[in-house]
């Protein structure tokens, strides 16, 4: 779910998709966008999809073969981004 800009206006049209819209646009309208980010997750993902760039910064893909070693190149590599 990705937040609506701040001067959104809701869409006339009566597709599904643009009711949900609307009813978004009404919730972050009534709770305000700071308190609905934290209602949906949404920053926690946010953190998230960072994290996994950084991640793939240091290579989009695994040497190793086997699952236990790429279990550990991984760990490996979540040291490396933790120091």
């Known amino acids: 779910m990705i937040p609506p ?10 597709k599904i998709s643009s009711l949900e819209r609307n009813e978004l646009l009404r919730t972050v ?15 926690r993902r946010s953190l998230v999809e960072t994290k996994m760039h950084c991640i793939k910064l240091l290579g989009d893909k695994l040497m190793a073969r086997s699952f236990p070693s790429q279990v550990n190149e991984i760990h490996a590599r979540v040291a490396v981004l933790n120091r």
Request: positive net charge; glycine residues 8%; without cysteine.
């Open 5 to 14: 800009r701040k001067n959104a206006k809701p869409w006339k049209d009566t």
């Open 29 to 43: 309208k009534r709770l305000g966008r700071r308190l609905w980010k934290k209602w949906s997750g949404y920053h």
